[in-house]
C-alpha cells in the first residue's frame, strides 16, 4: 500500500515538474520574443527620424549646390547621383553590411538569456 502511494506521489511530482517546466518554457518565449519586438520598434522609430533628417538635409543640399551653379535642378541631380552610388555600393555589399548584422543581432538577443 505505502509503495503505491509513493508511485503516485512520484507520478504527481513529474506531472507538476513538468507543468512547471511548461511554464518556464512559456514565460523564456515571451521574454525573447518581446525583447525582440521592443528592439524593432527602437530601430523604426529611430529610423524614421533618419530619413526625416536625411531627407531634410538633402533638400537644403540640393537647395544650396543648386544656388552655387545658378540652377537648382543641378543641385537636386548631384544629390541623386550621390545617393546613387550609394544604393549601388549598399546592394553590391548588402549581405555583409545589412542582412548579416540584422541576424546575429536578433539571434543575440534571442540567445541571450541562455549564456547566463
Given amino acids: 500500500m505505502e509503495g503505491?502511494?509513493?508511485?503516485e506521489q512520484f507520478i504527481g511530482n513529474i506531472k507538476e515538474y513538468a507543468e512547471t517546466r511548461f511554464d518556464i518554457i512559456l514565460l523564456n518565449i515571451q521574454d525573447k520574443v518581446s525583447d525582440v519586438l521592443s528592439s524593432i520598434?527602437?530601430?523604426i522609430v529611430v529610423a524614421v527620424l533618419g530619413?526625416?533628417?536625411?531627407?531634410?538635409?538633402?533638400?537644403?543640399?540640393?537647395?544650396?549646390?543648386?544656388r552655387m551653379f545658378h540652377d537648382p535642378s543641378i543641385g537636386f541631380f548631384c544629390i541623386a547621383g550621390f545617393y546613387l552610388i550609394v544604393a549601388i555600393i549598399l546592394i553590391l555589399n548588402l549581405d555583409?553590411?545589412?542582412?548579416?548584422?540584422i541576424?546575429?543581432?536578433?539571434?543575440?538577443k534571442i540567445n541571450i538569456n541562455e549564456e547566463n
Fill in 51 to 66: 530619413i526625416f533628417i536625411i531627407l531634410f538635409s538633402s533638400v537644403g543640399a540640393a537647395w544650396w549646390i543648386g
Fill in 4 to 7: 503505491k502511494n509513493k508511485a
Fill in 41 to 43: 520598434a527602437s530601430v
Fill in 96 to 101: 555583409k553590411w545589412i542582412k548579416l548584422p
Fill in 103 to 108: 541576424i546575429n543581432a536578433l539571434l543575440k
